[in-house]
T-cell receptor
């Protein structure tokens, strides 16, 4: 079965420190991976994606993610956290189980990031 | 920057009533989706739509649910007879293409069934 796991419900970091939000995946096809952020009472905003190419992907707001095929991971990172980064972060993978060509996203449970001043 | 819009932002309805949630996807996008998120839980796929037909639907998307793209710009989700457990945030999303294209989400409609 295809799945995404975000092992941490919550991550706490101090402002200015590096942050990592973890994600591991299991898919039957090519791992097309995505990170989204959800601020309180807001929709999901796309941050970055890995499709192919460089394992280090850069995205919005200074975030980046590292694709690791051997560990089936796609951890989200930022070198220096801001208080405004505090939000809910979701990892998602494209579903290959459907034979059609409109492929839904399979989501992790989300990780709440709290950046303390 | 173009964005997905959804109306209403909040809908309160009584159990058994019909509701229609509306979405305007990004204009040049071809693939459309509805997801929902029950408070405190994960995002769940409901249905995907392409070329004026449903591509895939989840187990949640039973006969009480339907989708429509009535006029080439709106994309609606109808729940014919709402249940208490339908209370959730409903997100519409659209994408330019499939597979490796990211999906862009609207701000959501919070549906409360009483």
């Amino acid at each position: 079965a295809q799945s995404v796991a975000q092992p941490e419900d919550q991550v706490n970091v101090a402002e200015g420190n590096p942050l990592t939000v973890k994600c591991t995946y299991s898919v039957s096809g090519n791992p097309y991976l995505f990170w989204y952020v959800q601020y309180p009472n807001r929709g999901l905003q796309f941050l970055l994606k890995y499709i192919t190419g460089d394992n280090l992907v850069k995205g919005s707001y200074g975030f980046e993610a590292e694709f690791n095929k051997s560990q089936t991971s796609f951890h989200l990172k930022k070198p220096s956290a801001l208080v405004s980064d505090s939000a809910l972060y979701f990892c998602a993978v494209r579903d290959w189980s459907n034979a059609g060509n409109n492929r839904k996203l399979i989501w992790g449970l989300g990780t709440s990031l709290a950046v303390n001043p | 920057e173009p964005e997905v819009t959804q109306t209403p932002s909040h809908q309160v309805t009584q159990m058994g009533q019909e509701v229609i949630l509306r979405c305007v996807p990004i204009s040049n996008h071809l693939y459309f989706y509805w997801y929902r998120q029950i408070l405190g839980q994960k995002v769940e796929f409901l249905v995907s739509f392409y070329n004026n037909e449903i591509s895939e639907k989840s187990e949640i998307f039973d006969d009480q649910f339907s989708v429509e793209r009535p006029d080439g710009s709106n994309f609606t989700l109808k729940i014919r007879s709402t249940k208490l457990e339908d209370s959730a945030m409903y997100f519409c999303a659209s994408s330019l293409g499939n597979s490796f294209y990211e999906q862009y989400f609207g701000p959501g409609t919070r549906l409360t069934v009483t």
